[in-house]
């Protein structure tokens, strides 16, 4: 019964927010989409991203043919989409990829079995093969406008960042997986990531998850933080400055609606001159809705995760609008 109501409430919730969400991207009448860059694309599109597909213009990166495959079974309503097997990495070459028995866990890098073999379910990470693959930059890669980066590629982030330099002068924000500990040999971690996206005008914004591990159980999302997804952002500041496409203000606005900072779009919006970008007149009203009925449910789900804990002794939390 407390599953089924558990069920209902996300369920209510997550269809009107997508809704709502859908609407306010439509008032800003964006140009031909926004561009979404998936480095490391198994699994699915992620959900904030698959709320929105219709004004997407998807570009997936795999190159494990196991999860290529399920990619190309799914449906998706994209206004346009693009899958391809190549690696992205920092320079156009050769590149040798460890593929794990669980897909997920393929990399570049070689697992670290000092630090996963402390941990349960350890052989997901066991090396099955090896293969030579066609590598390529994110500056390479053949899209018109690169909007936004999702990168998620077990320890490869940062070389991967180092191939697109120029393209992160366009780019809008990214969603980076992020190591705290050494889950692969010679890996870059988290400050290593934060830094260079720093030194080319990005701002950590917010962890959006945070995996944990503990030793005999790896799926409680307790015990030792492992990694994480982390948001970085051009600032409201920067695009002042530096940006005067109308079209790119709109889908900056687009991208900070996506992941829920309001804040960013309100600070932009007062930093504009009213001359800059022309807005739909019910937008900036349905915005300020938008805005109240998130802190709203805000609250909502941190009082249910609180009755969860205290009185239903359930550790893991109602995630609504992630």
């Known amino acids: 019964m407390i599953k089924l109501i558990y069920r209902f409430l996300i369920g209510f919730s997550e269809s009107k927010y997508r809704k709502k969400i859908n609407h306010l991207i439509s008032l800003l009448n964006i140009k031909n989409g926004i561009s979404l860059i998936d480095i490391g694309a198994a699994g699915q599109i992620i959900p904030r991203w698959e709320r929105v597909e219709k004004f997407i213009n998807y570009y997936g990166f795999e190159p494990d043919e196991r999860s290529r495959k399920k990619l190309l079974a799914q449906r998706n309503n994209c206004r346009s989409y693009h899958l391809d097997e190549k690696i992205i990495s920092n320079k156009k070459e050769k590149k040798i990829i460890h593929f794990c028995k669980a897909p997920m866990t393929s990399s570049i890098y070689q697992p670290n079995r000092d630090y996963v073999d402390l941990f349960a379910d350890a052989d997901r990470f066991d090396i099955i093969s090896q293969e030579l693959l066609d590598s390529t930059t994110i500056d390479k890669i053949n899209c018109p406008?690169?909007?936004?980066?999702?990168?998620?590629?077990?320890?490869?982030?940062l070389e991967a960042l180092k191939g697109g330099k120029d393209s992160l002068k366009k780019c809008l924000g990214l969603e980076v997986e992020v190591e705290f500990l050494p889950i692969y040999k010679d890996q870059p971690l988290y400050t290593d990531v934060t830094k260079f996206l720093k030194d080319n005008d990005f701002e950590f914004i917010d962890?959006?998850?945070?995996?944990r591990w503990e030793r005999n159980n790896i799926y409680t999302n307790l015990?030792?933080?492992?990694?994480?997804?982390?948001?970085?952002?051009?600032?409201?500041?920067?695009?002042?400055?530096?940006?005067?496409?109308?079209?790119l203000i709109k889908r900056y606005i687009a991208i900070c609606i996506i992941y829920n900072k309001i804040d960013l779009v309100k600070c932009l919006l007062k930093k504009l001159n009213s001359n800059t970008?022309?807005?739909?007149?019910?937008?900036?009203?349905?915005?300020?809705?938008?805005?109240?009925?998130?802190t709203r449910s805000k609250l909502i789900k941190e009082k249910l995760n609180k009755f969860l804990k205290l009185f239903l002794f359930v550790d893991e939390e109602i995630h609504m609008f992630n």
């Open 277 to 294: 970008i022309i807005l739909d007149t019910n937008f900036i009203k349905k915005l300020n809705g938008f805005h109240k009925r998130l």
């Open 207 to 211: 962890f959006l998850r945070i995996c």
């Open 145 to 157: 406008k690169k909007d936004f980066i999702k990168l998620d590629i077990q320890g490869g982030e």
């Open 223 to 247: 015990g030792q933080a492992a990694w994480g997804d982390a948001l970085y952002l051009k600032t409201p500041e920067f695009i002042v400055k530096n940006i005067t496409d109308t079209d």
